[in-house]
T-cell receptor, first 117, second 109 residues
Framework: GAVVSQHPSRVICKSGTSVKIECRSLDFQATTMFWYRQFPKKSLMLMATSNEGSKATYEQGVEKDKFLINHASLTLSTLTVTSAHPEDSSFYIC?????????????FGPGTRLTVT | GQNIDQPTEMTATEGAIVQINCTYQTSGFNGLFWYQQHAGEAPTFLSYNVLDGLEEKGRFSSFLSRSKGYSYLLLKELQMKDSASYLCAVRDSNYQLIWGAGTKLIIKP
């Protein structure tokens, strides 16, 4: 089956610093990647959708200057949390989709737990 | 607005059967998904329904009624490892996934 990896799996950073999270599709080319955020005991919240080679589309309420997304290739997307604050602490999950919009399934990465101290 | 409703928590006994319901109101419909999520982990795909009816996959089955905006996930022969959250998600007319809040399933011996 399709495999999506995320790195790092856990990261602790100090307030004010920036953190980069990588999402890779290991055995397929992902035309579209999604970034989600999940608070404890809450469902997934879509942050942005990124298509290879174009700017990400951010959901309402998500600051694009704070959460920088780069989808430089068909197998790699990165999320950079800039000037992190404790309220940015969360579980960040990426997913990748192959092909056209009618494709039935997204493949999820294992997630990255970010703790900002 | 768009809305996905599912029970917050359910409890069942090992070896038994449990049905987790999901109702939705979305702008358009392009499929309904069920995912399993263990605490601290990312969701894993369980099932996909786009046409009415029952899809069976081993111990898990998923049912869809588009006219009623309703789906359920049926888990048979429950095992302790089935203790997890089960997320219902609907793909809307823009092909975006709208997520339910998840149902925490507790399995007791």
């Amino acid at each position: 089956g399709a495999v999506v990896s995320q790195h790092p799996s856990r990261v602790i950073c100090k307030s004010g610093t920036s953190v980069k999270i990588e999402c890779r599709s290991l055995d397929f080319q992902a035309t579209t990647m999604f970034w989600y955020r999940q608070f404890p005991k809450k469902s997934l919240m879509l942050m942005a959708t990124s298509n290879e080679g174009s700017k990400a589309t951010y959901e309402q309420g998500v600051e694009k200057d704070k959460f920088l997304i780069n989808h430089a290739s068909l197998t790699l997307s990165t999320l950079t949390v800039t000037s992190a604050h404790p309220e940015d602490s969360s579980f960040y999950i990426c997913s990748a989709k192959v092909g056209l919009a009618g494709s039935s399934e997204q493949y999820f990465g294992p997630g990255t737990r970010l703790t900002v101290t | 607005g768009q809305n996905i409703d599912q029970p917050t928590e359910m409890t069942a006994t090992e070896g038994a059967i449990v049905q987790i319901n999901c109702t939705y109101q979305t702008s358009g419909f392009n499929g309904l998904f069920w995912y399993q999520q263990h605490a601290g982990e990312a969701p894993t795909f369980l099932s996909y329904n786009v046409l009415d009816g029952l899809e069976e996959k081993g111990r898990f089955s998923s049912f869809l009624s588009r006219s009623k905006g309703y789906s359920y996930l049926l888990l048979k022969e429950l095992q302790m490892k089935d203790s997890a959250s089960y997320l219902c998600a609907v793909r809307d007319s823009n092909y975006q996934l709208i997520w339910g809040a998840g149902t925490k399933l507790i399995i007791k011996p």
